[in-house]
């Protein structure tokens, strides 16, 4: 179904264990929560009559349960990323979190028999325990969902959890580099650059901005390097140039061709490796830095660097 767009506003959350959620607390209310507790997330409209009849339903059996089941109620005219994310057609949709994933959902209003037996169903499973608000939320658990957002190409949640994570603790330094590396990618260099300026100096030090700074400085040499097509083709007319090959790595780099990238970095070192104080070498480290250590690109660059040098 398509989704309307409602100005009508969003029920009024009840108390500690039944909260309405959006993208901003999405994170710590449903991912974080559920790594204790069962957190059952209704993505609900106000224009949807079954979503009425249901409501109540979770909400009463939600507080029977005396803190093992959590109750998320999405908005989905206010939040289509997120339903679209979790793939709903229509509402009212349930989904079952625990473990900081998705594990069992239903379509529809059921009966209060039929959702007691499947949450029933689920706390057995899961062997889901009561939370309090306070035990609820890792940092190191909440960086390594935003990175697997981020490996989805899934940056609005990605940036979501990044920002989850500032709130609950301003000084991680893994957080913020995660933050305005989707930022980054999003091609908002100059915000970046004014976040970066305002930081405090506890958190601008951290080593994870290393490679936000190498990404903004290559940014800026690949909008100077000129066309990847031009380069292409004064290089085909002159394969020895390291120069133009050097301006055309920055080049695809900045196109997001970043494999060619490095390769062409890597065809000038194994040519010439002292060409012009060895820049493709320094260039190829900057590469490594704004890409990170974990990436497999910066994995295989090195060790075929590596190949080059020692051999």
Request: charge should be negative; hydrophobic fraction near 45%.
């Amino acid at each position: 179904m398509t989704f309307s767009l409602s100005s009508a506003p969003p029920a009024p959350a009840a108390d500690g264990l039944i909260k309405d959620v959006e993208l901003a607390n999405f994170m710590k209310d449903v991912i974080e929560a559920s790594r204790q507790s069962l957190v059952v997330v209704e993505f609900w409209a106000s224009w949807c009559g079954p979503c009425k009849q249901l409501m109540p339903v979770l909400e009463k059996l939600t507080r029977s349960y005396k803190g093992v089941v959590r109750l998320a109620k999405i908005d989905i005219d206010r939040n289509p990323d997120i339903a679209q994310q979790m793939g709903v057609q229509s509402v009212p949709a349930v989904f079952a979190f625990f473990g900081g994933r998705p594990v069992d959902g239903f379509m529809g209003a059921l009966p209060e028999s039929q959702v007691k037996e499947w949450m029933d169903r689920l706390i057995k499973a899961t062997g889901a325990t009561a939370a309090t608000d306070e035990d609820v939320f890792d940092a190191a658990a909440a960086l390594k969902q935003a990175a697997e957002f981020l490996a989805a190409d899934n940056r609005p949640m990605a940036e979501a959890v990044y920002a989850d994570v500032l709130d609950a603790e301003p000084t991680n330094g893994n957080a913020f580099a995660g933050l305005l590396h989707c930022m980054m990618l999003d091609g908002k260099q100059a915000e970046v650059k004014e976040k970066l300026a305002a930081a405090a100096p506890e958190l601008a030090k951290h080593k994870a901005l290393d490679s936000i700074r190498a990404a903004l400085e290559l940014a800026e040499q690949a909008a100077q390097s000129g066309g990847v097509a031009e380069l292409e083709s004064k290089l085909a007319q002159n394969p020895a140039d390291h120069q133009t090959r050097y301006d055309l790595a920055i080049a695809c780099y900045g196109a997001g061709r970043k494999e060619e990238a490095v390769g062409h970095l890597l065809d000038i070192t194994r040519q010439n490796r002292k060409w012009n104080d060895e820049a493709a070498r320094k260039q190829l480290v900057k590469f490594f830095e704004a890409l990170g250590n974990a990436d497999p690109l910066t994995i295989d660059g090195r060790k075929r660097l590596s190949s080059i040098l020692f051999s």
